[in-house]
T-cell receptor
């Protein structure tokens, strides 16, 4: 069965510190993987996506993610966090079918000044 | 550019009352549209999707229904709301390259 796990429910970092949000998936083939960000009370915005090819993908707002097939992971990273990055982050697995869309439970990021 | 509208933004309804949430899309034709529900502290639960006018697929048995009366309009409804229907409802447009564009959401509180 397909699944997405975001092990960290809450993460707190200091402004300027580096960030890594974890995403682990379970799927029998190479999935389409996405990271979205959600500000409080808002819809989700796409940060980046992985389909195939280069395993390190760049996204908006200075984020990047690395696909590691051996670890079934797609972790999101940012070298230096800004206070405006405080939000909730969701990892999604898409197997290409209309209804095979699975989101992780999300990681809420707090940024200390 | 792609734009998704949802209304209302917030809604407080008593148990047993009807519900109608609307989603409209601009900047495309024949979009694949989705309704999700987001409960506090949880991810997004796919409720319905539609690949065209009048074509609705339901993903979970529930108290809700969906309709697509026009190409760029997607409606979520209920005849009688339950307390468990409370949540944040998101409409999304999934494009051919699989990423999704989300509307601003509707916060529904059933009292």
């Amino acid at each position: 069965a397909q699944s997405v796990t975001q092990p960290d429910i809450h993460i707190t970092v200091s402004e300027g510190a580096s960030l890594e949000l974890r995403c682990n998936y379970s799927y029998g083939a190479t999935p389409y993987l996405f990271w979205y960000v959600q500000s409080p009370g808002q819809g989700l915005q796409l940060l980046l996506k992985y389909f195939s090819g280069d395993t390190l993908v760049q996204g908006i707002k200075g984020f990047e993610a690395e696909f590691k097939r051996s670890q079934s992971s797609f972790n999101l990273r940012k070298p230096s966090v800004h206070w405006s990055d405080a939000a909730e982050y969701f990892c999604e697995l898409d197997s290409g079918g209309y209804n095979k869309l699975i989101f992780g439970a999300g990681t809420r990021l707090a940024v200390h000044p | 550019s792609q734009t998704i509208h949802q209304w209302p933004a917030t809604l407080v309804q008593p148990v047993g009352s009807p519900l109608s949430l609307e989603c409209t899309v601009e900047g495309t034709s024949n979009p694949n549209l989705y309704w999700y529900r987001q409960a506090a502290g949880r991810g997004l639960q796919l409720l319905f999707y539609s690949v065209g006018i009048g074509q609705i697929s339901s993903e979970v048995p529930q108290n809700l229904s969906a309709s697509r009366p026009q190409d760029r309009q997607f409606i979520l409804s209920s005849k009688k709301l339950l307390l468990s229907d409370s949540g944040f409802y998101l409409c999304a447009w999934r494009v051919s390259s699989y990423e999704q564009y989300f509307g601003p959401g509707t916060r529904l509180t059933v009292t």
